[in-house]
């Protein structure tokens, strides 16, 4: 009996041995099973030579990455791009508006002056009031609107009197001029007008005044012999409806 339970127990721990044998040569190489509470097992250790060839490539790595890094921190910084040059825009010159014509100035007229010779009364003038309002010939005196009165004259000292009313009406007579030394004598015959009437025939003397001023001196040839005094201006041709 004691004999039977000694070799139970003998047999019971060379089985126990070889158990515990057998797990510790599977743990040795990574077989058997897993632990209840996670893996207990590890990666296989690497060899030192190995570990050293790769620790070098890592720190060659390393060093040839700082190196570009320091090259690329001494490169010169690249300018911003600058934008295209505009292309010039033709410009179409500016016409230069017309200079206006200087304007005549009316105080600067040429004022009859006694002439030496004929031919320098050549031309139309009239006198400074410009156009005359005219009225009847009666005790009412109406007026029948304005009128201008032109003296024109060729070369030889004949020509037109010509009186052109606002109305249209034109009255026309021939005048005869001459010249003795200081003065100018001029007489026209009854000026005929459609409208008008007539106005009568005149004798005009012309001078020089004591203010040095050629002053004229017309006397109306009807029964009364009115006498009025003008000085006369230079007028254009057309101003009279001349044709010289």
Not at 152 to 174: E, H, M, P
Not at 211 to 225: F, G, P, V
């Amino acid at each position: 009996m004691r004999q039977a339970g000694l070799n139970a127990v003998l047999w019971g721990a060379f089985a126990l041995l070889i158990l515990t044998g057998s797990y510790v040569m599977l743990r040795a190489c990574d077989l058997g099973f897993a632990p209840l509470f996670g893996a207990t097992a590890y990666a296989a250790p690497i060899p030192d030579d190995k570990l050293a060839a790769e620790r070098e490539r890592e720190a060659h790595l390393r060093s040839s990455i700082h190196t570009e890094e320091i090259r690329l921190a001494l490169l010169p910084a690249c300018p911003n791009p600058l934008p295209p040059e505009p292309k010039p825009i033709a410009l179409e010159p500016k016409p230069h508006p017309p200079e206006p014509k200087p304007k005549p100035d009316p105080q600067i007229v040429q004022k009859f002056e006694v002439p030496k010779k004929i031919e320098e009364l050549k031309g139309c003038w009239q006198s400074v009031r410009g156009d005359i309002d005219m009225v009847t010939d009666d005790a009412e005196q109406r007026p029948t609107g304005k009128a201008r009165f032109c003296y024109c004259f060729g070369s030889n000292g004949r020509g037109k009197v010509q009186i052109l009313y606002t109305d249209g009406d034109i009255c026309r007579a021939g005048p005869i001029a001459r010249i003795s030394r200081d003065h100018v004598f001029m007489h026209h015959d009854n000026v005929s007008c459609r409208q008008h009437g007539l106005y009568v025939a005149s004798d005009i003397t012309c001078g020089n005044d004591q203010s040095d001023q050629t002053s004229c001196e017309i006397t109306n040839l009807n029964k009364k012999r009115t006498k009025i005094t003008e000085q006369f201006i230079r007028v254009s041709d057309e101003h009279c409806s001349w044709g010289g």
